[in-house]
């Protein structure tokens, strides 16, 4: 075996026994998230609007709801998605954050949750999990973030090992096909080798992706990369002109005016993200994000407003100019999340996400139980290999085939002490080759 190989199987095999755990865990995790959506949907069956021939409820109209229902709290963001209850959330810095299912022709509230402090749903405890692992956010957050910058590691090294140094019919058999026939050991080596090959390019994918949510230096330089060397522009750059406060529009006049600028350029769009304006703070800008297509952002643009003269700001370089007309690298930042969950291709993308993820999550488990039987834990070593009137002869042993026996002269043979680890086997072979 070439230096190359060896040290490419010694980084598969520890990188892998170090962080199997995590990996397990952001991927499981992972794959529960990837319908979110469906499966709320299909909890709050109670939020289904149908859609009416009817002008929906303007955002100063739904700070008068909030403000019935929960005076004191400060309106942040409301949701408007067609066939759907508007998502309005309430909150400040300290104290209970609450969100309201309202009606959005009628002003109704549907149903209300109090989102108390340590407390969370169970979605929001999946995702705490993905990213963080439930740990303080300061010390799970980067333990999430290079590991999953190991796993990309580990998904390479692995391809190395699969990879054959000689293709026959015996190989491609071994490397494409799980062996259902064969002993357990046999089945869990197919699983690990065979299932990680499939999944291999979704898992990049999926792994490459989620690393530009948290490593700030790889999602800048992808980005740099990608763009010909352009910078990736903060989206809190964007600030209304605090010298025009309250001169022209009161804060309701603002917001509405924004809305229907916003609602008149678009009406065939699928949803749209309103983010109010802090009043007491006299830079904060009103944002809103459409979504043309539902179940997907990657087409999604922003628009911005001045919070006192409702002019329209300029905006962001990547998220602010529509999907057609952004550059290479603009395109793939946008495209990021939906590769990430798998809806770039609708729904049957997001199964293949969530089959990717789930046997991310089973490698670690299945690459431990191949090393474990490697070492020959649990077996019984030193041993002397029994049989009637026949022994095994090592110069007999052919790697990569099965050993021949060979009767032995009783006066001049010698017993060979055997294990599992030293008999190379078809099985064993697999295994020193994957591992």
């Known amino acids: 075996m070439s230096t190359f190989k060896k040290i490419n199987n010694w980084l598969h095999l520890w990188l892998g026994l170090i962080s199997g755990i995590i990996v397990s865990i952001v991927c499981i995790t992972g794959c529960i998230w990837v319908f979110n959506d469906e499966i709320t949907g299909m909890l709050e069956p109670e939020t289904r609007i149908e859609k009416q021939d009817k002008v929906v409820l303007m955002p100063s109209q739904l700070m008068k709801v909030a403000a019935e229902t929960h005076p004191g709290l400060k309106v942040s963001y409301a949701t408007y998605q067609q066939g759907r209850a508007i998502y309005l959330g309430l909150g400040e810095r300290r104290g209970p954050n609450v969100t309201l299912r309202?009606?959005?022709?009628?002003?109704?509230?549907?149903?209300?949750?109090?989102?108390?402090?340590?407390?969370?749903?169970?979605?929001?405890?999946?995702?705490?999990?993905?990213?963080?692992?439930?740990?303080?956010?300061?010390?799970?957050?980067?333990?999430?973030?290079?590991?999953?910058?190991?796993?990309v590691i580990l998904l390479i090294t692995g391809l190395i090992w699969w990879y054959p140094k000689k293709w026959s019919k015996s190989t491609r058999d071994k490397s494409f096909k799980i062996k259902w026939s064969g002993t357990w050991k046999r089945v869990n080596l197919d699983l690990h080798n065979v299932l990680g090959f499939y999944s291999l390019l979704f898992l990049l994918a999926i792994a490459l992706t989620g690393m530009v949510y948290g490593i700030e230096w790889y999602s800048d330089g992808l980005y740099w990369v990608t763009s010909g060397g352009e910078q990736l522009e903060k989206r809190d750059k964007i600030k209304s002109d605090s010298l025009n406060a309250h001169k022209y529009?009161?804060?309701?006049?603002?917001i509405d005016k924004a809305w229907l600028t916003i609602a008149t350029r678009y009406p065939k769009s699928k949803g749209f993200y309103?983010?109010?304006?802090?009043?007491?703070?006299?830079?904060?800008?009103?944002?809103?994000?459409?979504?043309?297509?539902?179940?997907?952002?990657?087409?999604?643009?922003?628009?911005?407003?001045?919070?006192?003269?409702?002019?329209?700001?300029?905006?962001?370089?990547?998220?602010?100019?529509?999907?057609?007309?952004?550059?290479?690298?603009?395109?793939?930042?946008?495209?990021?999340?939906?590769?990430?969950?798998?809806?770039?291709?609708?729904?049957?993308g997001k199964v293949l996400a969530f089959l990717a993820s789930l046997i991310g999550a089973s490698l670690p488990v299945t690459g431990f139980i191949v090393w474990w039987n490697r070492k020959g834990f649990g077996t019984k070593k030193g041993k002397k290999a029994k049989s009637k009137g026949l022994k095994m002869d090592e110069k007999a042993l052919v790697p990569g085939k099965f050993a021949v026996k060979k009767p032995l002269k009783p006066k001049t043979a010698r017993p060979v002490m055997t294990s599992f680890s030293t008999i190379?086997?078809?099985?064993?072979?697999?295994?020193?080759?994957?591992?």
């Open 424 to 435: 190379k086997n078809d099985n064993s072979n697999q295994s020193e080759r994957f591992i």
């Open 249 to 254: 529009f009161t804060p309701e006049q603002a």
């Open 102 to 151: 309202v009606d959005p022709y009628t002003g109704k509230v549907i149903s209300e949750k109090v989102h108390k402090k340590g407390e969370t749903d169970f979605f929001r405890w999946v995702l705490n999990g993905h990213r963080f692992l439930w740990m303080p956010v300061e010390i799970g957050r980067p333990i999430v973030n290079y590991g999953t910058l190991v796993f």
């Open 274 to 348: 309103y983010t109010f304006p802090d009043t007491a703070k006299a830079a904060s800008p009103i944002l809103v994000t459409v979504y043309p297509s539902s179940g997907q952002f990657y087409n999604s643009l922003s628009h911005a407003f001045d919070q006192h003269t409702v002019k329209e700001l300029k905006a962001n370089a990547v998220y602010g100019t529509p999907f057609e007309q952004a550059g290479f690298g603009a395109k793939l930042r946008r495209m990021n999340y939906d590769i990430h969950v798998g809806s770039i291709l609708g729904f049957p």
